[in-house]
Each structure stands twice: as C-alpha cells, then as structure tokens.
C-alpha cells in the first residue's frame, strides 16, 4: 500500500504542514537522489512564519529558499524505501525461479521452438502456393528440367501494374545442355536465370513452385 499510494501519503504531509502554518504557496514537499523527501519553503514564506519549528532539521540554503527535513518525513521515506526493496527482492525472486525453471526445460523449449518453426514454414509454403496459384512439382530421378510458365516468385510480386509474362524452360544432359539468353539490357535476361535456379530450388525445398507444371 506504501509503494502505490506513497505519493498520496506525500501530498497529504504537505497538506498537513501547510494547513498547521496557515500557507498556501511558498511550501512544498519535494524530491531528489541527494536529499530523498525534503520541505522546501521560500524565504518569502518564512518571513510570514513566526518561527521555524525545532522538528525541522536544515538541509540546504538555496537562494530564494530554505530545504528542511523531519523525523516524520524521513520515516515515511524509509517506508517507501523498503517497500521497494521489498519489490525489487520479490521480482528477483519469482525472475529466478522461472529462471531455474526454462533452464530445467531448455531442452524440450528447444525442440518446441523446432517444431513450430517447422510448421510456421510448411503453413508458409501452403498460404503461398494457394494465394499465388503455384503448382506441384513432379520430381525425378532424371537429368532434364522441364519448366512450363515459370514465373519469378519474387518479380512478380513487384510488378503490380505489369503483368508478369511466364516463361518455359528445357535442359536435358543430352542436345539441350545449354540455352543462349539475348535481349537488349533490362529485357530480364537475369531474372529469367535466377527464376529457373529459384524454382528448383524451392522445388527441392518441398515446396509448390510458380509455374504452370514442373517435370
């Protein structure tokens, strides 16, 4: 209760002091890392008070104004102290436990982690393929690749206004070993080639690729 509503229990001090002195401005309860809770009171408002108490103890001389402190005052900050030490050691406390605790399941939260990583990229896989009509790949043994309407999974999610032109792809180990790409620069010489690596690639990975068929 200290530690939510010690603030309250300042300004209901402050409104005491000011009531017993009869004072509105020029007094005030205030904080800092040096001197903790202090009374502050101007010079002008001290004038309007008969005498200072004996209970206020003088802790610093500012140039408008006099910093006190009081038995009263430095409990309720002692207070408030401990209560957040109190706080401070039960965090502590419950942050270790469950400390110990994921330690003691390092493993198992491994293997958790794996296992959802495993199925996060499979859901991946799926949600692509459906959402950008890729198809099943027919994987074999042989030395041909057959690519028909490959597209550049990549390029043509850029190209919104442009619609982008799938291509066909044949290479085989026999008269067919290599294909010669012209065109005049940004024709998509490049793109064509990372397209066909690309969908091999994540053919091999398990996954649909974008074309029409891949044999």
Known sequence: DILQN????VLN??????????????FKVGHNNILGYYIEITLR?????????????ERQTLKNAKRYTTSELKKLEEKIVR?????NELEYEVFST????????????????????????LACFAEIAEKNNYCRPKMNNGDTIVIK??????????NISDRF????????????????????????KSTYLRQV?????????GCFVPAKAIL
């Open 6 to 9: 010690g603030k309250n229990y």
């Open 13 to 26: 001090y402050e409104k005491e002091q000011k009531k017993r002195w009869k004072v509105n401005s020029g």
């Open 45 to 57: 408002t001290l004038r309007d008070i008969p005498k200072v108490p004996e209970e206020y103890i």
């Open 83 to 87: 209560a957040e030490e109190q706080i």
């Open 98 to 121: 469950i400390r110990d605790k994921v330690v003691e399941k390092t493993i198992n939260i491994l293997e958790t982690a794996k296992n959802i990583a495993y199925i996060d990229v």
């Open 149 to 158: 309407g490959g597209r550049h999974p990549v390029v043509e999610q850029i």
């Open 165 to 188: 032109i799938p291509n066909d792809c044949y290479l085989d180990t026999n008269k067919e070993q290599v294909l010669i790409i012209t065109g005049p620069n940004m024709a998509g």
């Open 197 to 205: 690596a690309l969908i091999c690639i994540i053919a091999q990975m």
